[in-house]
């Protein structure tokens, strides 16, 4: 998939051209597109959790101060559970502890985990909780214009086959660390779909992480619109599920006359690398917004080929969103196998 005539950005350009969008963490530009008034059957919620801003909108008339506490209750749910910059978060303790050593999980921690795992295996490993020393390595060395040498690299801990799970306890072969950072917003977001049901239809954002539930209330479908890596939006898509993206030009560094992305491949140790065949973006529809995260970031690194092998699973390929000289784009939804 070649990227014609493609002009290699240095991070300065690059920071330029996306400076309009921030704080948006993901290359996937997300439009409403709705123009609700106070005539409009919705009522919006915003703020801000864990210094990220969030938009919902649900159905209107509604329990207001109903809403406002689960929704306040949910952000408080992920902060002590899952977030990592949390140090009397669950997951800290967890990455504090000592191989081999057993802590019985919370339901919480319990079934994301299991989603985690799911996702792994979807990826076929390319998707990897356990590779935040392996980016941080990469990132070290690159801001010195240089890359790690194979030694650093085969001393790091990585591998979520080091991460286990018996009646409810976890414990890690190897000293580990975790980082949900690229699932946590989704699985939040997922987690406040669900609670909110009862009030959809449900348009949820935090932080660019996109899930939607029914019509938009004038009967349409929900809207969102792709950035293209070049400028301006690519695609403007029907919405349904969850939607996340994964770029390879926010985050750029040379070293030794290569281009380097922030995305690692768990698989290779290796930075992926920005040239004419590498893909710029990665956008992903699914049921879950924490499936589409975990699958737009190894989409990044396994291309169409891994694309093509996940459509005879439980996650079926159904549309091709868009395909074409800078972006690989595909929409997955999941569904039951019995």
């Given amino acids: 998939m070649k990227r014609k005539g493609a002009k290699v950005l240095r991070r300065k350009e690059i920071s330029s051209r996306l400076s309009t969008f921030a704080p948006l963490r993901f290359i996937l530009f997300f439009s409403l597109l709705c123009s609700c008034t106070s005539q409009e059957p919705t009522r919006a919620f915003s703020g801000t959790a864990m210094g990220i801003p969030y938009q919902i909108l649900t159905s209107n008339p509604c ?10 209750s949910t952000f ?5 559970h899952s977030d990592n910059w949390n140090p009397d978060s669950e997951i800290t303790a967890l990455n504090l502890l000592l191989p081999n050593q057993r802590i019985p999980l919370s339901p919480h921690l319990l079934r994301l985990f299991q ?49 286990h799970i018996e009646n409810g306890q976890f414990w890690k072969s190897a000293p580990i660390t975790l980082n949900f950072g690229g699932v946590a917003k989704g699985y ?126 439980p996650i079926e390929l159904l549309t091709r969103i868009s395909c074409d000289s800078y972006s690989l784009a595909v929409a997955y939804d999941e569904r039951n196998t019995q």
């Fill in 115 to 163: 989603e985690i795992d799911e996702a792994v295996n979807l990826s076929e490993g390319l998707f990897d909780p356990t590779i935040e020393p392996l980016v941080t390595l990469w990132r070290e060395k690159l801001l010195l214009g240089t890359i790690p040498s194979q030694e650093e690299l085969q001393q790091l801990s990585l591998g979520w086959q080091h991460v």
């Fill in 188 to 313: 939040c977001v997922d987690l406040l779909c669900e609670r909110l049901i009862p009030y959809a239809p449900l348009y949820i954002c935090w932080g660019g992480e996109i899930r939607v539930v029914g019509q938009h209330p004038t009967n349409r479908p929900w809207r969102c619109a792709l950035l293209s890596p070049e400028g301006g939006v690519a695609k403007v898509i029907d919405l349904t599920g969850a939607i996340a993206t994964s770029g390879d030009y926010y985050q750029l560094w040379e070293a030794e006359s290569t281009l380097y992305t922030h995305i690692c491949n768990p698989l290779t140790l290796n930075a992926l690398t920005v040239n004419n065949d590498s893909i710029a973006s990665a956008t992903i529809q699914a049921e879950t917004c924490l499936l589409a995260d975990a699958l737009a970031t190894a989409l990044m690194i396994g291309g169409e080929p891994l694309a093509q092998r996940l459509a005879p699973r």
């Fill in 63 to 72: 329990d207001q101060k109903a809403i406002e506490t689960l929704i306040a």
């Fill in 76 to 80: 408080e749910e992920i902060h002590q």
